[in-house]
């Protein structure tokens, strides 16, 4: 709040505060220096969104795919209310008004290490998981530690912005490997062995991926976990979109090649349960050689001076975790599998555009445009930009996530939505075909 004129100000000691004139006077002068990596403006997807939502055609409803939250889709509903009962249990206990420990509550991290236990072979115990506000925080607190002097991270392109800009604030170099879209989004391993050298802390992988639908098969893991090993650098997994995999696809977890090299997994109950506003995600270090145990000594120091998620969203992780929600997951598989049929069987026919591989998973299709077959259209900012103008229809331009001329759609939406929005892409497409 802005100080009210000197004038109202009680001159004298009313309040116990002496304040003189002359210190009056000197009211808003205040002048600090922010970081400078802060203070300037750089590209955002929620940016970019909020430009874009501004011109909306007005005469006809919006339909958003250019963000990624399903939670309030009715779609995904179903078996969902067991979630917030567990959350309601908690609170009307009144148990867990209290502060949680730093890393989380001992049998929440226990519930997060079973969960993630199942899937691979190398146990990961209580001690290995650190619960954190959403994967947001999760990603956030493996970049601090992970930033020594000099330090570089080899990150994905396109990828999830967050890690680029976290990169920036902690002074880490970010080098870029390329998803190759003909490779169905698969690594240039040769790329990645080329970029590293003697200060390159890890290397992020999301699998399934935001942005490109991709999952890797157990065999490019492996590759993948071998060339970190060769490398002797960490795989930082960033699996938010973990079991959503659809078709013949089967999610395997990094932390299965632990044995090759140090995982870090990154995770929250965003994504696979819905509940991105619940602000919970975990880290966890799967090291079974432990050679890696002053990295959990940076986490744990770290922790211990910032804040972790709600107490009562922690005691409700035991159960959301648990294996009796088959009907919620299996919904949201198939409603997401019918979308993505949906979305990839109509952009095939569209030739302006082009999709290289059917989405095998995540809630997101990379999808590349072409200027030369679509008039007054340069690039795919400009597609984004004339299509939200004309057609109501939001879709996230590639430049944002690095790639550009292409665009992200999200398909996390009901499958006769997702029809809609292919109706408003291919009349604009037609609209804007060159004539001869
Ligand atoms: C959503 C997302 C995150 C962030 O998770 P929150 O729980 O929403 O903070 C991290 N990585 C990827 C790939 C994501 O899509």
Redesign the pocket.
């Known amino acids: 709040m802005a100080p009210p004129p000197s004038s109202e100000i009680p001159n004298g000691e009313s309040n116990g505060v002496h304040v003189s004139n002359s210190e009056l006077a000197r009211v808003g002068n205040c002048r600090v220096e922010c970081n400078p990596v802060l203070s300037q403006q750089k590209i955002s997807i929620r940016g970019v969104v909020d430009e874009l939502l501004k011109l909306a055609n007005p005469e006809k409803g919006l339909v958003s795919l250019g963000v990624?939250d399903a939670a309030s889709s009715r779609c995904f509903q179903k078996g969902k209310e067991r979630f917030s009962e567990a959350v309601a249990d908690a609170v009307s206990s009144s148990a867990f008004d209290c502060y949680a420990p730093s890393y989380g509550f001992p049998f929440a991290r226990r519930a997060v290490a079973e969960y993630l236990s199942r899937d691979t072979k190398h146990g990961i115990r209580e001690g290995d998981v650190y619960l954190t506000v959403?994967?947001?925080q999760a990603?956030h607190v493996c970049l601090t530690v992970l930033a020594s002097p000099g330090a570089n991270l080899l990150l994905p392109r396109p990828g999830?912005a967050p890690y680029e800009t976290a990169c920036e604030i902690y002074g880490i170099e970010a080098r870029y490997y390329h998803l190759q879209p003909h490779w169905g989004w698969e690594l240039n391993l040769d790329q990645v062995r080329s970029l590293a050298d003697a200060n390159t802390v890890g290397i992020v992988i999301?699998n399934p991926s935001?942005p490109c639908g991709a999952v890797f098969s157990p065999f490019h893991l492996q590759q993948i976990a071998e060339t970190a090993r060769d490398l002797n650098i960490p795989v930082i997994a960033?699996e938010?979109y973990g079991h959503m995999v659809f078709g013949d696809s089967k999610f395997v977890p990094l932390a299965s090649f632990a044995h090759l090299t140090p995982v870090i997994t990154i995770g929250?109950l965003?994504?696979r349960w819905m509940v991105?506003g619940w602000r919970l995600?975990w880290i966890a270090i799967c090291d079974p050689h432990e050679t890696f145990k002053q990295v959990k000594v940076a986490i744990e120091m770290l922790m211990n001076v910032t804040s972790g998620p709600a107490s009562v969203i922690q005691a409700a992780v035991p159960g959301i975790l648990s294996n009796s929600h088959e009907e919620f997951h299996k919904n949201v598989l198939t409603v997401l599998e019918s979308s993505a049929e949906t979305l990839y069987t109509r952009i095939v026919h569209i030739e302006a555009l082009k999709c290289h591989s059917r989405p095998q998973g995540s809630m997101f299709m990379m999808v590349e445009i072409n200027p030369a077959l679509l008039l007054g259209i340069e690039n795919d900012m400009d597609f984004a930009r004339e299509l939200i103008k004309e057609e109501s229809l939001l879709v996230l331009p590639g430049f944002v996530i690095g790639l550009k001329n292409w665009v992200r759609i999200f398909f996390g939406v009901p499958s006769d939505l997702l029809s809609e929005a292919c109706d408003r892409i291919e009349s604009f497409c037609k609209r804007r075909r060159p004539t001869n």
Request: glycine share 26%; hydrophobic share 35%; net charge neutral.
């Open positions: 990624g959403g994967g947001t990603l999830f999301i935001n960033d938010l929250a965003s994504k991105p995600g």
